[in-house]
């Protein structure tokens, strides 16, 4: 019985984790006209983060529909960010 209840388990659990792993990306971008800036943090679907420019490209399409222009991409991590780091994004945290 301990078997099945351990693969029942393992059936239930592993799915929702793998379904919750993303990729934060944290960014800056901008608008013109008049001058705006803003620091965000976005997630990108996977169980690990892409390269720094595949982030970036993904991230340009979806701020571009928005009128904002990718500036950099500054951090990339499995890890959700710190409080302190969603403060710091305030309306942009997982805005795109």
Request: proline share 7%; hydrophobic share 45%; charged share 20%.
């Amino acid at each position: 019985m301990k078997p099945m209840a351990c693969a029942l388990f393992l059936l239930t659990v592993l799915p929702a984790s793998a379904a919750q792993a993303a990729c934060f990306v944290e960014y800056k971008a901008k608008q013109d006209n008049p001058l705006r800036l803003h620091y965000g943090i976005s997630t990108l679907p996977g169980a690990a983060c892409p390269p720094a420019n595949a982030a970036a490209a993904q991230m340009e399409i979806r701020l571009d529909r928005n009128g904002w222009t990718l500036l950099n991409v500054v951090h990339l991590s499995a890890e959700e960010p710190s409080a302190e780091k969603k403060v710091n994004a305030g309306d942009f945290y997982l805005r795109y």
